[in-house]
């Protein structure tokens, strides 16, 4: 089982970027996705949440408004929609999936360590 954080990249401040997060070899239907970020020297920020269950997401105050969730479930993919992007935005993101039966519905006390499966982090980087 894979999960593979993509789409990062350098972007001026006021911009877009969609990450990818890709899952490979899951055969549940159901599923929670977390992206997280963080910033060398700082601890890991929750951002937002996907749960397959009634579509549910969550968002950090950080991001809400600007950020989205979307899904291509052919392609088991999640995918985070990141506008009016600014500089305090840089960090590598990184997408998670936790154990779907046990935090079925996004909320914010699903944590770090309910993650069962990770990505590697995707660098996004925002010039101001």
């Known amino acids: 089982v894979q999960l593979q954080a993509s789409g990062g990249g350098l972007v001026q401040a006021g911009g877009s970027l969609r990450l990818s997060c890709a899952a490979s070899g899951f055969t549940d239907q159901y599923y929670a996705i977390t992206w997280f970020r963080q910033v060398p020297g700082k601890e890991r920020e929750k951002i937002s949440c996907?749960?397959?269950?009634?579509?549910?997401?969550w968002f950090a105050d950080s991001v809400k408004g600007r950020f989205t969730v979307s899904t291509d479930n052919a392609k088991n993919t999640v995918f985070l929609e990141m506008n009016s992007l600014q500089s305090e935005d840089t960090a590598v993101y990184y997408c998670?999936?936790?154990?779907?039966?046990?935090?079925?519905?996004?909320?914010?006390?699903?944590?770090?360590?309910?993650?069962?499966?990770w990505g590697k982090g995707t660098q996004v980087t925002v010039s101001s």
């Open positions: 996907y749960s397959s269950s009634g579509k549910s997401t």
């Open positions: 998670a999936r936790n154990n779907y039966y046990v935090h079925p519905v996004c909320s914010a006390s699903i944590f770090e360590y309910d993650m069962e499966y």
